[in-house]
């Protein structure tokens, strides 16, 4: 069964600096992989996704994630955050097929932005 | 562009008394997906529906929850009797297919719900 890891439970930056938010997960077959934030009460919104291709993706308001197979791994990057990136990070992964499997999200790593 | 409307956004009931959540997805998005949402865990997939039919409810303990979305457009979602362990944050989302590749799903802001 698939699974996701985010290590991380709580995280603190200091505005302007860099940000890498770890996921790891457990998947037998090429997954797809997404990251979602989530603002305090808001809904979750798509950060970036990976299917295929360049393990680099980019996405909006900044972040990045690069796909490791060997580590089982799609960390979540920011060169410098901004007070607004406080908020809740998930990392998701699905079946890399058109398979209506249910995508399985990670318990979360909450960000917090100090001045 | 419209986005989920979920109603209400804040319930507080008793155990053992009844519920339901309202979704509004965005026009025209076939595919209509619930989560919940327990605190300090990420979402869970409840039911999906492809239209007005069930795609996975593999995860909606129906012996107390239930869904429907009638018309293909808005869904909404009972619990009856509500447990305490129900006190969560439900989440609808909307997207046009069901396809992870080729489409986004949206989300709504959720109902939080507290069982006391």
């Known amino acids: 069964a698939q699974s996701v890891t985010q290590p991380d439970i709580h995280i603190t930056v200091s505005e302007g600096a860099s940000l890498e938010l770890r996921c790891n997960y457990s998947y037998g077959a090429t997954p797809y992989l997404f990251w979602y934030v989530q603002s305090p009460g808001q809904g979750l919104q798509l950060l970036l996704k990976?299917?295929?291709?360049?393990?680099l993706v980019q996405g909006i308001k900044g972040f990045e994630a690069e796909f490791k197979r060997s580590q089982s791994s799609f960390n979540l990057r920011k060169p410098s955050v901004h007070w607004s990136d406080a908020a809740e990070y998930f990392c998701a992964v699905g079946p890399g097929n058109s398979g209506n499997t249910p995508l399985v999200f990670g318990k979360g790593t909450r960000l917090s932005v100090i001045a | 562009e419209a986005g989920v409307a979920q109603s209400p956004r804040y319930k507080i009931i008793e155990k053992r008394q009844s519920v339901a959540f309202w979704c509004n997805p965005i026009s025209g998005h076939a595919t209509l997906y619930w989560y919940q949402q327990i605190l300090g865990q990420g979402p869970k997939l409840l039911i999906q529906f492809q239209n007005n039919g069930v795609v996975d409810d593999s995860q909606l303990p129906k012996d107390r929850f239930s869904a429907e979305r009638l018309k293909g457009v808005d869904s909404t979602l009972k619990i009856q009797p509500a447990k305490l362990e129900d006190s969560a944050v439900y989440l609808c989302?909307?997207?046009?297919?069901?396809?992870?590749?080729?489409?986004?799903?949206?989300f709504g802001q959720g109902t939080r719900l507290t069982v006391v």
């Open positions: 989302a909307s997207s046009l297919f069901h396809s992870y590749r080729n489409t986004e799903a949206f």
């Open positions: 990976y299917f295929s291709g360049d393990t």
